[in-house]
């Protein structure tokens, strides 16, 4: 599979932004979904994770947890990070990444990866 990241921007502390993953192929449902961030000279950061099916089972890192949301569109085979509430310490490259039946918080545990969508967000 494919993913293409995308909806980074500019945001000012407080303001809301939301993210896509677009997959190409077949059978979106069996994927098991994350998003990470990385900012430079550190190691990718787990944000949260959506497991694959109906999308029910989600968790959040501590720091995004009742700001960020994750869902999916299985019918669009699209991924979702709606932001909320940003800060100045979200500032990061955002990755989307898929595994078959994955559910995991290790960056290592996914097979596939979208190419990064940056967000800033300004003081």
């Known amino acids: 599979v494919q993913l293409q990241a995308s909806g980074g921007g500019l945001v000012q502390a407080g303001g809301s932004l939301r993210l896509s993953c677009t997959a190409s192929g077949r059978a979106f449902s069996t994927y098991g979904m994350g998003w990470f961030r990385q900012t430079p000279g550190k190691e990718r950061e787990f944000v949260t994770v959506?497991?694959?099916?109906?999308?029910?089972?989600?968790s959040y890192a501590d720091s995004v947890k009742g700001r960020l949301t994750i869902s999916r569109d299985n019918g669009k085979n699209t991924l979702f990070l709606q932001m909320s509430r940003l800060r100045p310490e979200d500032t990061a490259v955002y990755y989307c990444a898929a595994g078959i039946e994955r559910y995991s918080f290790k960056a290592a545990d996914y097979n596939y990866w979208g190419q990064g969508t940056l967000v800033t967000v300004s003081s």
């Open positions: 959506i497991g694959w099916g109906d999308g029910r089972v989600t």
